[in-house]
């Protein structure tokens, strides 16, 4: 039976089309949001919402990090790996993220981000050895940043202790060079391999000096039992034999030569020692002398610096004796007993006389015969026809002619000449003579001149 109600129809389709405009109204807002400004990708009906992650790292040539720059939903979980290079390790992140040293990085994003992979350089040790008696030195020859980072050079150099010699390097370094250059790119590790040496017999010297061995078997490092060989301690120059060190009897003995008798191992040392000498230093005139160490003795070929110092009014002049010079201060190489003197002379000053006009100077000596220190000089003006003295310049003023001055240092006087004026008086003979004048000859008539 079919329902023919109109009014019930008249709902139902008032329903379904209620129905139809909500859904058209929901669809139209499902669309992506427009940007808020902040970074952030939203809708105005509260959707989704996308940040920015930015990756970088320090140093750039540390590594890197994945990924680099990236946009994601809020609340979406992002891991990001930073890889090392050869050269680097990965230290830690930071930037919006707490400090941390996990890797990979697992975040959740909520927010942007800005994050920076920190990588610091690989450093390695170098582990040196030594086989036998010896030291090892380290230079640093090149390196990036500190020591023994990755890509550090180093130089190793190889000290035998004495008696012993360097052979070769074992280990990150094969070969006999000395010194050696090794890269660490990686932990190192060398041997560095030393020898004693070989003697025919355990002769030394202690001092400069030389010991000769009469009885020694040169191809062989050892004598058969109740060999019996003599030594024989011969100084350098400038030094002396004191006495033998060494095994048993051989210690203490200043017998030279020495006659040891080989029944097992010894060693015999010569004690040599230095000659001493002394420095007597006199003085002539006034003046003293400094020493330079000032001791009594001074040791073979030790030198001394001498020094001359003159008193007031006196110079040095030169040295004399066992050495002859006129420098000073002086360097004396003691290799004998010396005996020097120092020569002190009165100083002696120059008297520049300049004159200023026309006339001449002469000059008196008072004291000394010479211009020694304190000296005094008589000086005396002598002008020229028609010029008159005027005065004294320089070291020595006034008008005073003559004067006196004592010379106790370089001096330079100017005597000043004038030129003398003369007055021109024209005097009338026929005013003098009167009316008698007018009867002179015209060549006694005219005008005197004065």
Same mark, same amino acid.
């Given at each position: 039976m079919v329902n023919t109600n109109p009014m019930r129809t008249f709902r139902i389709l008032g329903i379904l089309l209620l129905a139809i405009s909500f859904i058209s109204c929901d669809s139209a807002g499902t669309g992506p949001g427009e940007d808020n400004g902040n970074g952030e990708n939203n809708d105005e009906d509260g959707?989704?919402?996308?940040?920015?992650?930015?990756?970088?790292?320090?140093?750039?040539?540390?590594?890197?990090?994945?990924?680099?720059?990236?946009?994601?939903?809020?609340?979406?979980?992002?891991?990001?790996?930073?890889?090392?290079?050869?050269?680097?390790?990965?230290?830690?992140?930071?930037?919006?993220?707490e400090k941390t040293e996990s890797n990979p990085l697992s975040l959740t994003v909520d927010q942007?981000?800005?994050?920076?992979?920190?990588?610091?350089?690989?450093?390695?040790?170098?582990?040196?050895?030594?086989? +036998?008696?010896? &030291?090892? @030195? #380290?230079?640093?020859? =090149?390196?990036?940043?500190?020591?023994?980072?990755?890509? !550090?050079? %180093?130089?190793?150099?190889?000290?035998?202790?004495?008696?012993?010699?360097?052979?070769?390097?074992? +280990?990150?370094? &094969?070969? @006999? #060079?000395?010194?050696? =250059?090794?890269?660490?790119?990686?932990?190192?590790?060398? !041997?560095? %391999?030393?020898?004693?040496?070989?003697?025919?017999?355990?002769?030394?010297?202690?001092?400069?000096?030389?010991?000769?061995?009469?009885?020694?078997?040169?191809?062989?490092?050892?004598?058969?039992?109740?060999?019996?060989v003599e030594l024989t301690a011969s100084p350098a120059k400038g030094w002396y034999f004191?006495?033998?060190?060494?095994?048993?009897?051989?210690?203490?003995?200043?017998?030279?030569?020495?006659?040891?008798?080989?029944?097992?191992e010894k060693?015999?040392?010569?004690?040599?020692?230095?000659?001493?000498?002394?420095?007597?230093?006199?003085?002539?005139?006034?003046?003293?002398?400094?020493?330079?160490?000032?001791?009594?003795?001074?040791?073979?070929?030790?030198?001394?610096?001498?020094?001359?110092?003159?008193?007031?009014?006196?110079?040095?002049?030169?040295?004399?004796?066992d050495i002859s010079s006129t420098a000073n201060p002086t360097s004396v190489a003691v290799n004998t007993d010396k005996s020097i003197t120092a020569v002190f002379s009165k100083a002696k000053?120059?008297?520049?006389?300049?004159?200023?006009?026309?006339?001449?100077?002469?000059?008196e000596k008072v004291q000394s015969k010479s211009y020694e220190h304190g000296s005094r000089v008589r000086l005396t003006a002598e002008p020229e026809d028609k010029w008159v003295f005027g005065k004294w310049k320089g070291d020595l003023t006034g008008s005073e002619n003559p004067k006196e001055i004592t010379v106790d240092s370089p001096k330079e006087v100017t005597a000043v000449f004038n030129q003398a004026k003369v007055s021109l008086i024209n005097i009338s003979l026929t005013s003098i003579l009167g009316t008698a004048g007018s009867s002179l000859p015209n060549e006694v008539r005219g005008t005197a001149r004065v």
């Open positions: 959707g989704s919402t996308s940040y920015s992650v930015s990756v970088g790292t320090s140093p750039s040539e540390g590594g890197s990090a994945s990924p680099v720059d990236t946009t994601v939903e809020k609340g979406e979980v992002v891991e990001i790996q930073a890889t090392s290079s050869n050269s680097h390790n990965f230290s830690y992140w930071n930037g919006d993220v942007n981000y800005s994050i920076n992979a920190n990588f610091n350089i690989k450093s390695y040790q170098l582990t040196t050895n030594t086989d +036998g008696n010896g &030291t090892i @030195s #380290e230079e640093v020859l =090149e390196k990036k940043s500190s020591e023994y980072e990755h890509g !550090t050079v %180093v130089e190793v150099v190889a000290n035998p202790s004495e008696n012993w010699k360097f052979v070769e390097w074992k +280990g990150a370094i &094969t070969t @006999s #060079e000395n010194p050696a =250059e090794i890269t660490i790119d990686n932990p190192k590790e060398v !041997t560095a %391999v030393f020898e004693k040496k070989k003697y025919a017999l355990n002769v030394g010297t202690d001092g400069e000096g030389a010991v000769t061995e009469e009885v020694v078997e040169q191809k062989s490092s050892t004598y058969e039992a109740g060999t019996v004191d006495e033998w060190s060494g095994s048993g009897s051989i210690g203490g003995s200043s017998e030279n030569p020495l006659q040891v008798t080989v029944d097992e060693t015999a040392t010569a004690q040599f020692l230095r000659k001493t000498y002394s420095v007597s230093v006199t003085v002539e005139g006034n003046g003293s002398v400094s020493s330079s160490p000032d001791q009594k003795e001074y040791k073979y070929n030790e030198t001394v610096e001498l020094e001359a110092t003159p008193d007031e009014g006196y110079q040095f002049e030169k040295w004399k004796g000053y120059d008297i520049s006389i300049n004159t200023e006009g026309e006339g001449s100077v002469s000059e």
